[in-house]
């Protein structure tokens, strides 16, 4: 069974922001999880616009 996490941030920058969504990536995928990171906040959410987080991508 694929168990899915969505990453939805306020669609501007903010210190800290990268190395939260990498260790979240990191995380869930050591647990099992996919990862979608949704793009330009909650319109990407709204409008589907999302892309696979890997812990590869995320550095």
């Known amino acids: 069974m694929l168990r899915y996490l969505g990453v939805v941030t306020s669609g501007g920058d903010a210190p800290g922001m990268n ?3 990498r ?3 990191r995380l ?3 647990r099992g999880f996919r990862v979608l ?3 330009r906040g909650w319109e990407g959410l709204i409008t589907d ?3 696979q ?4 991508s995320v550095g």
């Open 19 to 21: 190395a939260a969504i």
């Open 23 to 25: 260790a979240v990536v």
């Open 28 to 30: 869930a995928y050591s």
């Open 37 to 39: 990171g949704y793009m």
């Open 49 to 51: 616009t999302s892309r």
């Open 53 to 56: 987080l890997t812990p590869r």
